[in-house]
């Protein structure tokens, strides 16, 4: 990572901490709409894009705000929320090339208003790739652009109207300068010859719709903690309770914790009380919100969760919830030793290999490759393990050419290291 990139002029910013043209109006009607996709499609060069959720506050992961900004253009933040349609937002955006930080987080809810980039750059992925250690948004402008930001905000309920203005103060200046660190990050992953390779992953990312997950259709068994439960029958209370609470988090659009924590979820499964007076935890939970937060569940909602556990209790033995099939799914590493010796060999060695190359590149180990692609690559490698192999199956689990040619190698010499 080159060091005699000097900082930006444009560090007066955060003297101000006001957007440079001043704080923009809300887009909340059809025709404020129709003048910024009319300003948008005006402007030059690629277009900064972000968005707002209510994490942990609402049952779902929708936007409530987004922020586009583009030169000649300015900064506007839409409401979405009572918009009746997008076409023309998802006109003006659709062809330039968007500029977000850490994608992933935000492409699925754009995804879910029509928004789809058809091309894109995604600052937080290319710091990785450019070797910074500290990749937020604030981090990336400080050391690019010499400019700090303050993320006071970034975990508010988005949901809540009218926005604070200090909200949207901060939601602004999350696009201010997303265009400028870009063309500076662009800059040096250039002059450290990975530009190629962040240009492959921002490719991917355009066809970015959310987690790979095989097909779900046992949420529950993702509840925080649930390793805990041994029988089939206290899973099945867990199923049971996982369900009530979900009904009852989007009947009510708040997040499924909020109507109850994981832990008092998995508590209940795994002592099943019968009667009211043994819903109450037995422990108190290290955070006082979240022990509140149980407390007041648990007492709104008892005849909800007695339900449940009493459903679960009768159940016949071939309805319980029996342990989910591997498919190509290997093992936890920490079991590979016991069930494959040699499988176990392999992985320890390409770790050390990945180690030292990502030393090299100054690329993190998991951005090289997946731990996941990897470990499905290792525990049943195919036969015969050839470089065409082994980068045909890397392909397939969704490896980029860059990692193909710099990762395969060393797992094809692991594999047949080890046999």
């Known amino acids: 990572m080159p060091e005699d990139l000097d900082p930006d002029p444009l560090s007066d910013y955060v003297r101000r901490m006001e957007p440079a043209e001043g704080l923009p109006e809300i887009v909340d009607t059809d025709v404020a709409l129709r003048h910024c996709a009319e300003a948008l499609t005006a402007g030059e060069g690629p277009i900064a894009v972000d968005a707002e959720r209510a994490s942990g506050f609402r049952y779902g992961q929708q936007a409530y705000l987004v922020q586009v900004r583009r030169h000649g253009a300015g900064t506007w933040l839409i409401d979405p ?33 029509g928004l789809h980039p058809k091309a894109l750059f995604d600052t937080e992925l290319g710091s990785r790739l450019a070797g910074l250690h500290r990749v937020g948004l604030s981090s990336a ?3 690019y652009l010499g400019v700090t930001l303050a993320k006071e905000h970034s975990a508010v309920d988005w949901s809540t109207r009218p926005l604070p203005e200090p909200w949207l103060r901060y939601a602004a200046l999350d696009v201010e300068l997303l265009v400028d660190l870009r063309d500076r990050l662009e800059q040096d992953l250039q002059e450290q010859g990975k530009l190629d390779w962040a240009r492959q992953e921002f490719q991917a990312l355009t066809e970015f719709s959310g987690p790979r997950r095989a097909k779900d259709t046992e949420p529950w068994r993702r509840t925080t903690g649930s390793h805990r439960l041994r029988t089939p029958r206290h899973n099945a209370a867990l199923r049971e309770l996982w ?14 914790t909020r109507v109850v924590p994981d832990s008092t979820l998995v508590d209940l499964a795994a002592r099943m009380p019968l009667q009211p007076s043994g819903l109450a935890a037995p422990t108190p939970d290290r955070s006082r919100s979240r022990q509140r937060r149980a407390e007041q569940g648990l007492l709104r909602y008892q005849r909800t969760w007695l339900t449940a556990i009493s459903t679960a209790a009768d159940l016949p033995p071939e309805e319980l919830p029996q342990a989910p099939p591997r498919g190509h799914q290997p093992p936890p590493a920490r079991a590979w030793a016991d069930r494959d010796p040699a499988a176990a060999e392999r992985l320890l060695l390409v770790k050390g290999e990945l180690a030292a190359l990502s030393e090299r590149l100054d690329i993190p180990v998991e951005n090289l490759m997946t731990p996941d692609t990897v470990r499905r690559l290792l525990w049943s490698p195919p036969q015969p393990t050839t470089l065409q192999a082994v980068d045909a199956a890397l392909a397939e689990l969704g490896a980029r050419p860059w990692q193909r040619e ?3 190698p060393l797992l094809v010499e692991a594999a047949n290291a080890h046999q």
């Open 141 to 143: 402008l400080e050391y």
């Open 406 to 408: 710099l990762v395969g």
């Open 243 to 256: 369900q009530a609470r979900d009904a009852i988090a989007r009947q009510r659009d708040v997040a499924s």
């Open 81 to 113: 929320v009572p918009l009746t349609d997008l076409t023309p937002l998802q006109q003006a955006l659709d062809g330039p090339e968007w500029v977000l930080h850490a994608a992933t987080q935000d492409l699925p809810c754009l995804s879910d208003l």
